[in-house]
């Protein structure tokens, strides 16, 4: 499943769910009838997913993660009421001792932090819901949900559990300031990611199966063309060259080769597994975080630093390196200024290591 591939498979599907119709006419080339809300009519369009494919087609659509082209489709399937949105029934409070307990999350190296501001927020979170199917002599077929923040690609990996304690409302229950999103579709590049990772198991998993028993039936099939075969070369061998009857033998041996090698492909056919992916719904759903700014302070001067703070699972997010914008729970001043990681801390002051 390649990167186009993700962006083709969820085009076409967005553009489906709207009441679109997407025609491939070659690889990564489509003409499809934009539905257009406004004017009624759809338009009528070309898209294509692969740079190269721009000489054949000058005057498609280049679409890639980002692209306006892609944008305008998932703002539009937003609008069409397509995209779910809900908000997690949940509250948060920004007093003094939810700071106190943010802070205990880190380890603040040869420094302190001191809040100073704290205040709710919704992050926004995309949970996406694929369809995979596998395909082989069997079809099956798996709903797998992936939830990632639309702030920073983060994965939500127990999502289900709080949906279950705390439940959704269509309105906020409060007023809160929402956080800026990134590009939707870098979010579905990470959720699509996710999503990949978690079929290698089942997919290998199924190949094996399919493996093995592709193995045990191109045996049989072999051993009983090898006694057809037997079953004619031995008369064969006490026939004078030229006879007609020896003619006769060699057509019907070439004949009985092409079958078996028809019979093989047939078989490796029947247990190639392939696994279709299509995304089924977006839900954008908001949950909420309590951001407190505050001050870190050491030997080296000090820093500010933005901590926050997860109600939900009670804990603190790691927090953002000011020198190589990694995540991490454990933060210090570095010398040249900001809040930054260990390894950061490391790099910046010590000369390598002599072995
Ligand atoms: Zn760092």
Redesign the pocket.
Known sequence: MSERGGVEAFTVAALELLGGIAEPQAPGLYTVLWPDPVAGEPAVRQLAFDPELMDEAPDAELVSFASPALEHLLQQATASGRVARAYLHAGANASRSTAERLARAYRFLESAWTPQHGRPWWVPAGVFLFRVRYLSDAREEDLVEVAITLTDGRLLRRLGEVLDRHGLVAEPLEAWPMMAERPAGEAYAGARHELEQRLLAPLGLRRRELESRLGRESGRAQAYYAELIREREEPRAALPPDSPERVQVDSKLLAIRREREGRLAELRAKYRLSADVSLLSVLRLYLPRVVFTGTLAGKRGRAELTLCWDPIAQTGEPAR??????L?YEVGLHRGGGA??P???DGGDRSPRRP
């Open positions: 390196c000011s020198r190589c914008d990694g991490t930054a990681c390894r950061c801390l």
